[in-house]
């Protein structure tokens, strides 16, 4: 930090801003993964990798890639798609551009259970997120949020 560098303190406003959002942070996935878990025994990590292969082009993703796209280590991915592949929700081949690296793809059985879990997640996160949200503008909030993830 430059020594001619002022800190300026954080109004009442921001510093409310910035200790909800910091709780929310704490807070709302644990709320979320709890919701999913009690309505279809299903945890948030596990949704959230069937959500990703599902979008993704064949519905298949490195390994390496699906863990970035769930902010998962490669080593929790593996374990993860471990337990989806004994589940029968997805399988783990050989890429064939590099044979040292492997796939995820989402099996017919992993979409039908994500088609499954969708409704309920998706009550969670209208009833934990949206409702409380009215008033703003939406393209606004994304934008915002998205610039603090890049920051």
């Given at each position: 930090m430059s020594a001619s560098f002022e800190l300026k303190p954080l109004s009442g406003e921001e510093e409310a801003v910035a200790r909800a959002l910091g709780r929310l942070i704490m807070v709302l996935p644990r709320t979320l993964d709890a919701d999913l878990e009690r309505d279809q025994r299903m945890s948030m990590s596990e949704y959230s990798a069937l959500r990703h292969l599902s979008e993704a082009e064949h519905q298949r993703m490195?390994?390496?890639?699906?863990?970035?796209?769930?902010?998962?280590?490669?080593?929790?991915?593996?374990?993860?798609?471990?337990?989806?592949?004994?589940?029968?929700?997805?399988?783990?081949?050989?890429?064939?551009?590099?044979?040292?690296?492997?796939?995820?793809?989402?099996?017919?059985?992993?979409?039908?259970?994500l088609q499954q879990a969708w409704p309920d997640h998706l009550?969670?996160?209208?009833?934990?997120?949206?409702?409380?949200?009215?008033?703003?503008?939406?393209?606004?909030?994304?934008?915002?949020?998205?610039?603090?993830?890049?920051?």
């Open positions: 490195r390994m390496s890639e699906l863990a970035a796209a769930c902010d998962m280590s490669l080593s929790g991915m593996t374990r993860l798609a471990c337990k989806l592949e004994s589940l029968g929700y997805l399988e783990r081949i050989r890429c064939a551009q590099d044979a040292r690296g492997l796939e995820a793809v989402l099996t017919d059985s992993g979409l039908a259970r009550a969670s996160v209208r009833r934990h997120v949206f409702d409380h949200l009215s008033e703003l503008d939406m393209r606004k909030l994304a934008a915002a949020l998205n610039a603090m993830v890049r920051s």
